[in-house]
């Protein structure tokens, strides 16, 4: 059980940050529009952005409270910030719900990325044709050697085994072999199964 002192501390703590918060505004990707969140819900997720927005004077995210972020997927973005204000991922967005597993492990935001996991995994559970299109988005939206692409790596050897033949779009397939790094991640992934077979794992 928590102890009544800390989680009073904690409380007041949130009530007296909110007391003194600022709108701060994020741009995402080429989007002239930034979106504006509070300063203390956007830091609370995630290191990174405390120490954008809270560390030194020198910084100038912390001076102007704006954050530009180029490199970012605003698909992503938009699955971050209903699940920071719903605490759940939302619905409809199918598998690219995995850009928003990248982005918390961009940013270090590991409940966000557990949450997407189930979420991928219901995806694939439920939905036969989501799995089809495993090979399409799996490494378009992870980077290799991540824990995302493992387990995706996992299910297009798990689908190539089980799926009529004719359901693949082969040549996706085979172009996705082409690069090093997808061969890589594809043949670890075969060995496991391999593995598992074997030794009954």
Known sequence: MADPDTVAETAESIFDSMRDDRLVSIYIGDDPTPFLIQQSIICAASPFFKTAFTGSNTYEEAKTGILRL????????????YWLVRAKIPQGFGLSVIKAWTLGDKYQIPQLQDDVMFEVMRILDDHEEQSIQVPNVAFSFCPPGSLMRKFLSDQVVLIAKHCPRALWDWNSLEALCEDPGNRRDLLHALFRNEQENLFGW
């Open 70 to 81: 180029p490199e970012d997927d605003l698909q992503a973005w938009q699955i971050f910030i």
